[in-house]
């Protein structure tokens, strides 16, 4: 199960990358992978076409696995683990480490 969802925070924990936070924009779940803006950007170099005669060089997001980013702690903007906890109203909420609500 994933703890990473669309929008959230996060800081790249391993890579090239490493250091770099983003938001989070596009979740697989099924690969265990993310998409953050900013982050693991390669260069796609498209041929001339007919419709495109000069070609082109376009910049695309490459996913990230989940075990290389970490949600970035809202009280200690660092990076931290998330747990999922009952509140009161018997709802399932995901708390970073220091407390904090993330959702």
């Not at 060089?57 to 990230?64: D, G, S």
């Not at 949600?71 to 998330?82: E, F, L, N, S, Y």
Request: aromatic share 2%; no cysteine.
């Amino acid at each position: 199960m994933m703890k990473i969802k669309k929008g959230d925070k996060v800081i790249v924990i391993a890579g090239s990358d490493k250091g770099k936070e983003g938001i989070v924009q596009r979740v697989y779940p099924k690969l265990e992978k993310v998409v953050v803006e900013g982050v693991n950007v390669h260069k796609k170099h498209k041929k001339p076409t007919q419709k495109n005669p000069e070609g082109s060089i376009l910049e695309i997001y490459v996913p990230l696995h989940v075990s290389n980013v970490a949600v970035v702690d809202p009280k200690t903007k660092k990076a931290t683990r998330v747990k999922i906890s009952v509140d009161k109203d018997g709802n399932k909420v995901r708390v970073a480490k220091s407390g904090a609500k993330l959702d």
